[in-house]
Antibody, heavy 127, light 105 residues
Framework: QITLKESGPTLVKPTQTLTLTCTLS??????????VGWIRQPPGKALEWLAL???????RYSPSLRSRLTITKDTSKNQVVLTLTSMELVDTATYYC???????????????????WGQGALVIVSS | EFVLTQSPGTLSLSPGERATLSCRAS???????LAWYQHKSGQAPRLLIY???SRATGIPDRFSGSGSGTDFTLTISRLEPEDFAVYYC??????FGQGTKLEIK
């Protein structure tokens, strides 16, 4: 069974940098096809994808937030870290990490979906 | 810019009725990367459908997915009380639709 848990500060001030950690169990980040994504949900709004890191360390970012986001993985700790710089009030949200299940065929990712999610971490931006 | 548009925004139905939720892509996509999730307030989202039509483990067979190209559909054949939630489609582990809220009529 794959489980994920987000950790990080609940309260951050405007202009600060947010650092969130996702700790996985039940799967190795080095397994071919595995990825971890970060997704957030502002209060009353829809899910918004932020970033993805794949087993081979390939990384993808939301175009609208690319300049502020960094995603890294530590395979030895089975953790993925997301940083979001220059926090603003509109960044208040519940932040989720999710396990991406990719099917690799003929050297490319032929299928992909998120099959396990963390419970989420509420982050409030306030001075 | 690639966009997924879900309709309707809100769907009001009664238990026992059939629900049909739509997800339209702004360009033709591979169904292999289209997934549907159920999200209840205060809980983690739950995978329902992957590859546009494959049910995830443990998902009841009243949930089904279909579609190809730009048009995809999630159907719940007979609504149970626990099915009332927000539903999202997602492509390639990235872009989400804006969600359809399924509420009790």
């Amino acid at each position: 069974q794959i489980t994920l848990k987000e950790s990080g500060p609940t309260l951050v001030k405007p202009t600060q940098t947010l650092t969130l950690t996702c700790t996985l169990s039940g799967v190795s980040l080095s397994t071919i096809g595995v990825a971890v994504g970060w997704i957030r949900q502002p209060p009353g709004k829809a899910l918004e994808w932020l970033a993805l890191v794949y087993w081979d360390d390939d990384k993808r970012y939301s175009p609208s937030l690319r300049s502020r986001l960094t995603i890294t993985k530590d395979t030895s700790k089975n953790q993925v870290v997301l940083t979001l710089t220059s926090m603003e009030l509109v960044d208040t949200a519940t932040y989720y990490c999710a396990h991406g299940h990719g099917v690799v065929a003929d050297g490319y990712l032929s299928k992909f979906w998120f099959d396990a999610w963390g419970q989420g971490a509420l982050v409030i931006v306030s001075s | 810019e690639f966009v997924l548009t879900q309709s309707p925004g809100t769907l009001s139905l009664s238990p026992g009725e059939r629900a049909t939720l739509s997800c339209r892509a702004s360009q033709s996509v591979s169904s292999s990367y289209l997934a549907w999730y159920q999200h209840k307030s205060g809980q983690a989202p739950r995978l329902l459908i992957y590859g546009a039509s494959s049910r995830a483990t443990g998902i009841p067979d009243r949930f089904s997915g279909s579609g190809s190209g730009t048009d995809f559909t999630l159907t719940i054949s007979r609504l149970e009380p626990e099915d009332f939630a927000v539903y999202y489609c997602q492509y390639y582990g990235r872009t989400f639709g804006q969600g359809t809220k399924l509420e009790i009529k």
